[in-house]
């Protein structure tokens, strides 16, 4: 049996082609030639403020389930990061101009929401060593990505330090499974979940990911 450290690093290698797509995305692309400027980005803002809210919940309801002390504890400072991410989208929103009646109004899109919705069905029926292994495998995409449109505003759209503190924070995410997940992980391996449950958690959140940009591009070209 592998340990956590061995296992991610595998998934990681099964999973290049998936990652290729969403790090070379041509949504960063256009954001980066300039092609999307305030207004579009406000289905960026629109999608987020239905998956973190989401994601909060979910997350507070998967700690609520939790035995173990390390797992409550990992799951803890994940749900922190999300609550101050949501304050920093928030700062967007205003920077884009979106009043509270436009982002309530705005209408998420099925694709855009899928990562959401798994995370959901992974938190309520998922093992702990499931979720840290998948969101740990997503956030170092994710940061990646959040790094390069968080240097794409400031240099197209004219966006200060504060403005992009939403895709900075994120993009600070270390790019390897910190030690608390591989203590999570390692705990379900020993406790029995299989392998096998561990790579798909993490090959459909990553699937979702695309999904994710793939969804937002193609309403920004539409």
């Given at each position: 049996m592998p340990d956590a450290k061995a296992l991610i690093e595998k998934i990681g290698r099964?999973?290049?082609p998936l990652e290729k797509k969403i790090r070379?995305?041509?949504?960063l692309h256009a954001m980066e030639e300039g092609k999307i400027n305030r207004e579009d980005l406000?289905?960026?803002v629109?999608?987020?403020l239905s998956i973190i809210p989401g994601d909060l919940k979910s997350i507070a309801f998967l700690i609520s389930r939790l035995d173990r002390r390390e797992s409550q504890d990992f799951f803890r400072f994940v749900l922190q990061g999300e609550a101050a991410a949501l304050d920093a989208l928030l700062t967007l929103?205003?920077?884009l101009g979106m009043e509270p009646r436009e982002r309530i109004a705005y209408e998420p899109k099925p694709g855009a929401q899928a990562y959401s919705a798994y995370l959901a069905w992974l938190c309520m029926f998922g093992a702990d060593a499931e979720i840290a292994a998948a969101l740990s495998v997503n956030f170092a995409a994710w940061g990646a990505n959040c790094g390069r449109?968080?240097?794409?505003?400031?240099?197209?759209?004219?966006?200060?330090?504060?403005?992009?503190?939403?895709?900075?924070k994120f993009a600070e995410a270390p790019s390897d499974p910190s030690p608390e997940a591989l203590v999570v992980i390692d705990a379900g391996l020993e406790a029995g979940?299989?392998?096998r449950r561990i790579a798909r958690a993490c090959r459909m959140l990553q699937g979702y990911e695309l999904m994710?940009?793939?969804t937002v591009y193609e309403a920004f070209r539409a």
């Open positions: 099964d999973l290049q070379d995305h041509p949504y406000k289905i960026f629109g999608e987020q929103g205003n920077a449109m968080g240097r794409a505003l400031k240099a197209r759209l004219g966006f200060n330090d504060e403005e992009i503190t939403f895709f900075t979940v299989p392998e994710f940009w793939d």
